[in-house]
């Protein structure tokens, strides 16, 4: 057959360059948009999350030193008298029996403002400008058998008038007696723990166990600053920034503190800066990542007489 002289009713086209260039055109501005769309999506996702981070980690951290502050000072049921000329002990040292008895006139204790490359104790080092909080109080009720008490520890038997300190190696120390009858009062874990903020902003917790600090741990990332502010029995309405003196840590009623937050991630494009005031200092951070300044207050409830009014200004 020869298909040379068949003619053809129907002609056969393509696409044009122009509509091929129209195409991809609409294309491109189609894919664009797709991709704005999902970049400013998870942008916003990002700032949910970095938003909900800084909130737990305050919800979680005023928590805790909201009710750690709540029980300084509680050794047990016991009318405790301070003792004005009670050496305060240093918060570094190995504690001796007559230390400990010592440290129970001072429920609370710290460091201000810690300079450029200072430690705690000689070991990490610490976030410059940090405060440095101590805390001492007792902890979990053992009651008899007396073995099971640890030797190198520190444990406070108390009653109503009277007290006995010593360390778990010697279990008859701990001789006190509920009234009227042969059963031993509880013996309750005596114990210090420092809150601090290392130099790679992690906000960490020391507990003074068996005769010496226990390694740190880690309690949240992202802090930036730890300031505290000290209430006083006194006329004067006005946290203190330091106790200066013995008395003053005597005198102790009340804590305020600070914690200037962030979140662990940055965020991209971020230029300015923002200025937060707080604890009698100013404090500038860069806008890379989100940053909120969280405060709370707690009253020394084991440390009477109470303070009745305070000036709760920031």
């Not at 490359?117 to 940090?130: A, M, T, V, Y």
């Not at 058998?145 to 778990?168: C, E, K, M, V, W």
């Not at 740190?216 to 730890?226: N, S, T």
């Amino acid at each position: 057959m020869n298909f040379e002289s068949m003619p053809f009713t129907k002609s056969c086209y393509g696409y044009s360059l122009v509509e091929l260039m129209i195409a991809a055109s609409l294309g491109v501005l189609l894919v664009a948009s797709v991709v704005a769309v999902v970049t400013n999506a998870t942008l916003v996702s990002n700032r949910i999350e970095q938003a909900s981070e800084i909130a737990e980690n305050a919800q979680f951290l005023t928590r805790l030193l909201k009710y750690e502050l709540s029980l300084a000072g509680f050794y047990g049921e016991m009318d405790f008298t301070v003792d004005s000329n009670a050496d305060k002990p240093d918060i570094c040292e190995s504690l001796s029996i007559a230390d400990a008895v010592n440290a129970l006139s001072y429920p609370l204790d710290g460091m201000n403002a810690v300079a450029e490359g200072e430690s705690f104790c000689g070991g990490e080092i610490l976030l410059p400008g940090s405060d440095v909080l101590l805390i001492r109080r007792s902890l979990l009720a053992e009651r008899s058998p007396r073995r099971r008490l640890q030797a190198q520890q520190h444990y406070i038997q108390t009653s109503i008038n009277d007290f006995r300190l010593s360390l778990g190696s010697k279990p008859a120390d701990f001789s006190l007696l509920e009234t009227g009858s042969a059963v031993p009062l509880p013996i309750r874990v005596w114990q210090q723990t420092v809150y601090y903020v290392s130099h790679d902003n992690v906000f960490k917790r020391r507990r003074f166990l068996k005769g010496r600090y226990a390694p740190a741990e880690p309690l949240a990332e992202g802090v930036m600053d730890f300031q505290l502010m000290y209430g006083i029995r006194s006329n004067q309405t006005e946290f203190l920034e330091f106790p200066t003196s013995n008395q003053q840590w005597q005198d102790l009623r009340a804590v305020r503190f600070y914690f200037l937050l962030a979140s662990t991630g940055q965020l991209a494009g971020g230029s300015s800066h923002r200025v937060f005031h707080y604890a009698g200092k100013t404090q500038q951070v860069p806008d890379d990542r989100p940053y909120d300044l969280f405060t709370g207050i707690s009253m020394l409830n084991n440390m009477a007489p109470k303070i009745v009014e305070f000036n709760l200004a920031p």
